[in-house]
């Protein structure tokens, strides 16, 4: 076999393989018109082979190398790679009930329809004989609602909040149930708005003038001897954001499901509970007692379930006050208020829920005022608190 013939095997270039077989392997003198022998020719094959073979190992080597290094760079990715968190849905509070209607089942137009109407053009529908409604935008109730990818859902478990009074005359549930429960009677006379407190002015006993009412009070049909209750309605006040920007989208709403709420607001169980309720509680429930009457308390579930613990008493005959808690039950478009528990308490219990705590002891609290005081000498009256 001539050179030139086992450089085109290899392929390798002739002049190239010349210098291979005379510097590696020692055949020297060789053109490529040569013949080369059969010993020549197989030291020429096991070079090749040879160096094949090492070029192989190498790759190989270096393969195994490069999937080390990956397999670690995996490793320290793995390590250095912080877990990617789930995005948390916005929660917002806006319009649970409009005029009446659950809002999520309202269409476009009917959105459109209830955000423009004209102030008091919309019958409410939980008084009846053709009450207008007197809340300006409509709204019955506040619901937490959640966003997530532009999909707009109630907040799973949570129900309605009311924020109008109105809400709870629904079917007059709450009023036939209280008036079952504290008159004897499903179907009690309602009166609105009777005189309470009465001042005089300047001195002059002629000059009284009307400084407290009682909302709502309820009469037994059997008007011979006065079978009565009082009875107050709480809905709850929200806080943050108005509904201005939430009532301008939806006078242009177009689009399917429901606008999310524009604003961050919520139900102020505190200022509901607190500062209004119990005021009222306080300066009404007294002279009830006296009179030997009694006082309902008609509320939503959620503004029950926002209060402090409330020790109850066991019976009708030694409350105070009597709670009517309503809760939500969806009814198609709608939702119905049904009985969700009746709670019996005293006025003094009733206040340290509302509250939210209950009073500290006298040496709790000397102890603390003497702490603030280190330096202050003892007094008779903290030596004894009952001195005049």
Known sequence: MRVQDLAKKYKIGKKE??????????????????????????????????????????????????????????????????PKKEKKPTLRYGAGELYGHDFTKLPPDRVRALANAAFKSEPCPFRGDGFMCNKKGGVCSLRQFSKRDEVVVPVDGTSPVATCPNRFYDSERALSWAGETLLD??????????????????????????????????????????????????????????????????????????????????????????????????????????????????????????????????????????????????DGTRFLMEPAGLHLTTLDRAVEGLTGGKPTSLSDFETTLRAKLPDAPLHSSQASPNCG
């Open 185 to 330: 009677t499903k179907s009690p006379i309602i009166l609105t708005e009777l005189p309470f407190l009465k001042a005089i002015s300047g001195g002059d006993a002629s000059n009284v003038s009307t400084v407290g009412k009682i909302d709502m009070v309820l009469v037994h049909p059997d008007t011979s001897t006065l079978h009565w209750c009082a009875l107050e309605i709480q809905a709850v006040y929200f806080s943050g954001a108005s509904m201005y920007t939430d009532f301008n989208l939806m006078k242009k709403w177009k689009a399917d499901g429901i606008p999310f709420p524009q604003g961050f607001r919520h139900p102020d169980f505190r200022s509901s509970g607190p500062k209004r309720l119990m005021p009222q509680l306080q300066i009404k429930v007294p002279t009830i007692s006296r009179w030997g009457k009694k006082m309902a308390v008609v509320v939503d579930l959620p503004f029950w379930e926002s209060l402090g613990s409330i020790t109850e008493v066991d019976h009708v005959s030694n409350c105070d006050i009597a709670w009517f808690v309503m809760k939500y039950r969806h």
């Open 17 to 82: 393989f010349l210098e291979v077989i005379e510097y590696n392997i020692g055949i020297k003198g060789k053109k490529t018109i040569s013949a080369l022998s059969k010993d020549e020719i197989a030291k020429i094959e096991k070079y090749i082979e040879d160096k094949v073979k090492e070029k192989i190992s190498a790759q190989k080597q270096k393969e195994k190398k490069s999937e080390v290094k990956k397999e670690e760079e995996k490793t320290i990715a793995k390590v250095e790679e912080k």
